[in-house]
T-cell receptor, first 106, second 115 residues
Framework: RKEVEQDPGPFNVPEGATVAFNCTYSNSASQSFFWYRQDCRKEPKLLMSVYSSGNEDGRFTAQLNRASQYISLLIRDSKLSDSATYLCVLLYESTFGDGTTLTVKP | IAGITQAPTSQILAAGRRMTLRCTQDMRHNAMYWYRQDLGLGLRLIHYSNTAGTTGKGEVPDGYSVSRANTDDFPLTLASAVPSQTSVYFC??????????????FGPGTRLTVL
């Protein structure tokens, strides 16, 4: 089993939609979780970290469920500019998921 | 310089040739990393360095070597390139190694094609 697993998508949603991605991890001892955003195979950039149960930043909410070993990313009121690949990361282990591709359409 | 720079931006290389990818950061970060990203996949750690003078192996180290003579530079060398090393290579750095909340900052990447 891979250490980090993501649904690759693609997720195709209209502008204004709410979309959620999940990421599961296999090591129950993992403690440091992040979401990175990557545009067209450019360098990944930090979107948000996931503390304890969750974290919210504007339209983005990240949540952690330790019992089920998954983290989620919720995007509300999707914008065209949200189109990207979202990478789930166990940063302490430098382990990246393969990414979930989101396309927001007019 | 602001952040992390990588050179070259892209390179086409004949199999069997030696190649060094350069990475320089100006943030005085202690930890640096090299990743490769194959099409449709996530990043995989090749080598890392927790501080100047030390290096370690990541998930996919075979065929690659690194050195960390100073804080700023972390070159990655392919001793004898093979086609399976065709990939995008990202260098990253973080303030410290091993911390739970140390964001990694990435360079723009080097696109390498081995023929």
């Amino acid at each position: 089993r891979k250490e980090v697993e993501q649904d690759p998508g693609p997720f195709n949603v209209p502008e204004g939609a709410t979309v959620a991605f999940n990421c599961t991890y296999s090591n129950s001892a993992s403690q440091s979780f992040f979401w990175y955003r990557q545009d067209c195979r450019k360098e990944p950039k930090l979107l948000m970290s996931v503390y304890s149960s969750g974290n919210e930043d504007g339209r983005f909410t990240a949540q952690l469920n330790r019992a089920s070993q998954y983290i989620s990313l919720l995007i509300r009121d999707s914008k065209l500019s949200d189109s990207a690949t979202y990478l789930c990361v166990l940063l302490y282990e430098s382990t990246f998921g393969d990414g979930t591709t989101l396309t927001v359409k007019p | 310089i602001a952040g992390i720079t990588q050179a070259p931006t892209s390179q086409i290389l004949a199999a069997g040739r030696r190649m060094t990818l350069r990475c320089t950061q100006d943030m005085r970060h202690n930890a640096m990393y090299w990743y490769r990203q194959d099409l449709g996949l996530g990043l995989r750690l090749i080598h890392y360095s927790n501080t100047a003078g030390t290096t370690g192996k990541g998930e996919v180290p075979d065929g690659y070597s690194v050195s960390r003579a100073n804080t700023d530079d972390f070159p990655l060398t392919l001793a004898s390139a093979v086609p399976s090393q065709t990939s995008v290579y990202f260098c990253a750095s973080s303030a410290e190694a091993g911390g739970l909340y140390n964001e990694q900052f990435f360079g723009p990447g080097t696109r390498l094609t081995v023929l």
